[in-house]
C-alpha cells in the first residue's frame, strides 16, 4: 500500500486527507514523513501518530470546513456505498480524489495502475 503513498508524494503538495484512516497508518504516515500536511477522518475517535490531524467526521453528513484548502481526498478500501459521498466531498471542495477499492469493486473513473497497484483516480471536480 505504500506505493499509493509513493503515487500521492509524487503528484500532490500541500494538504491531502483520507476519509476513514480506520486503524491502517501506514500511508498517512508515509505522505506527512514527505512532507505533505495530512488530515484523517472517521466516524469514530481514531489514534492517529503525530503529524496527523485527526477529525472525527461522517462522510454522508461531512462538516466541510475540515476539508478547506484539500488538494486531494483519498479512501482505502471504503465500503462501496460510501464512495457516492467521498466523491461529493471532493468535487465540492475541487480536489482530486483517488479510492483505492477492494478487489473486484468497480467505479467509474480513471482506473490508474501504478507499479502493481490498482486504484481510481478522479480529476478536481469531474465525478
Do not use: Q, W
Not at 53 to 71: A, S
Not at 73 to 78: A, D, G, K
Amino acid at each position: 500500500m505504500l506505493r499509493l503513498a509513493e503515487f500521492i508524494s509524487r503528484n500532490y503538495s500541500g494538504k491531502v486527507l483520507e476519509v476513514g484512516i480506520g486503524n491502517f497508518t501506514a500511508v498517512a504516515e508515509e505522505l506527512a514523513s514527505n512532507g505533505l500536511s495530512v488530515v484523517a477522518t472517521d466516524v469514530v475517535k481514531r489514534r492517529v501518530p503525530k503529524g496527523i490531524e485527526f477529525h472525527v467526521d461522517d462522510i454522508r453528513h461531512p462538516k466541510l470546513e475540515i476539508y478547506g484548502g484539500v488538494k486531494l481526498v483519498y479512501s482505502i478500501r471504503p465500503p462501496p456505498e460510501l464512495v457516492k459521498y467521498i466523491l461529493r466531498v471532493s468535487m465540492a471542495v475541487e480536489a482530486d480524489c483517488i479510492i483505492k477499492p477492494l478487489y473486484g469493486d468497480y467505479f467509474d473513473g480513471e482506473l490508474v495502475n501504478y507499479r502493481g497497484l490498482p486504484f481510481y483516480l478522479f480529476r478536481r471536480g469531474v465525478g
